[in-house]
């Protein structure tokens, strides 16, 4: 038994008893404060991490940063990684550090394109000329081009400026579900198509926490608290009273908007980012083997990983699958 379970039977029972001291728990993410973000600032705002013995920590990433790096030298704990590809590459170059829960089922990767100009499905889209970003050229896009016809021919450079885009009505522009159409809407007073690459057969898991190798091997109670914790708090950030937790946001990320928080949340509702797949019934963070495969191979086939790399050690089903987080009504 824990030690928050058994200080909550000493307080039941009407004893007292000095609470011990939480788990000091850095967790760094891999861009600024933001909603994508949204459940670990509310384990925090809303003491969720306190009631698993945890004093978290969250250490913003940024374009100066490199929290990737500080969780693979010890510097941190935690990390909320992008995608599968990340795992991977990190069991290429023999990084100690191990996935051990997916937050988001589907990675918020998207095309958009302008309403009524011929570009309504997604099939549309490969004959546009596409505003790509070069991380994207060498990972999604190399899958899109292989499955979907796409072609690198018609690529120009996405600078994270959309204006480019706004001006040509037959483009494309990749970007992420919940920030670009905010920015295309409050710029350009249109709303735009969104193709969600996931609903496409893109089957990342996104949002993942990952951690060292040697924490799960000399505390593994730590990490599994920091995980089931991590899951309430995404619970609570999208069902319940999530204003403290956009507070922190805020304070963190004094740019960011009450009106682009508002956004986020509401697309990662409506695509069922968090609640879709298997985590609507093994609960948020959920993982499995089957998935992971499905994905691997997808990507071997594309050249965007090796096809003998051993990736099934780039992660770990320990500590999710347990039901954490299901949403009301499964």
Not at 58 to 85: C, H, W
Not at 127 to 155: P, Y
Not at 260 to 267: C, G, N, P, R, T
Request: net charge negative; hydrophobic share 40%; with cysteine.
């Amino acid at each position: 038994m824990r030690f928050y379970q058994i200080a909550a039977l000493c307080l039941a029972a009407g004893f007292s008893t000095p609470a011990p001291a939480a788990d000091s728990v850095t967790f760094g993410t891999n861009w600024l404060a933001q909603a994508e973000q949204g459940g670990f600032f509310q384990a925090v705002a809303d003491g969720t991490y306190a009631q698993y013995g945890l004093d978290v920590k969250i250490v913003p990433g940024g374009p100066q940063t490199s929290n990737r790096l500080l969780l693979a030298t010890g510097k941190l704990d935690f990390y909320m990684n992008a995608n599968l590809i990340a795992l991977f590459a990190a069991a290429e170059q023999k990084v100690p550090t191990i996935g051990v829960a997916a937050i988001f089922q589907k990675a918020p990767i998207i095309f958009m394109s302008h309403p009524g100009v011929g570009l309504e499905r997604f099939e549309d889209l490969k004959n546009a000329t596409a505003f790509v970003g070069r991380e994207n050229l060498a990972t999604d896009f190399r899958w899109l081009k292989q499955v979907h016809g796409f072609s690198e021919e018609r690529v120009k450079p996405y600078t994270y400026n959309p204006q480019p885009f706004i001006a040509d009505i037959h483009s494309i522009q990749q970007g992420y579900l919940t920030s670009e159409p905010f920015q295309i809407e409050k710029q350009a007073g249109f709303r735009p198509n969104i193709f969600l690459l996931a609903d496409y057969g893109f089957n990342s898991y996104s949002t993942l926490i990952e951690t060292r190798r040697d924490l799960v091997e000399t505390n593994p109670d730590v990490v599994q608290r920091f995980v089931d914790a991590s899951l309430l708090g995404w619970r609570h950030y999208l069902d319940g009273d999530n204003a403290a937790a956009n507070a922190l946001i805020k304070k963190a990320n004094p740019d960011m908007t009450d009106e682009q928080i508002a956004f986020s949340v509401a697309k990662l509702r409506e695509y069922g980012v968090v609640d879709s797949g298997e985590a609507l019934t093994l609960g948020i963070g959920a993982m499995t083997d089957a998935r992971i495969d499905s994905f691997f191979e997808k990507m071997a086939a594309a050249k965007v990983v090796r096809g003998d790399l051993d990736y099934r050690s780039s992660y770990t089903l320990r500590f999710v699958n347990k039901g954490v987080g299901v949403p009301h009504g499964h």
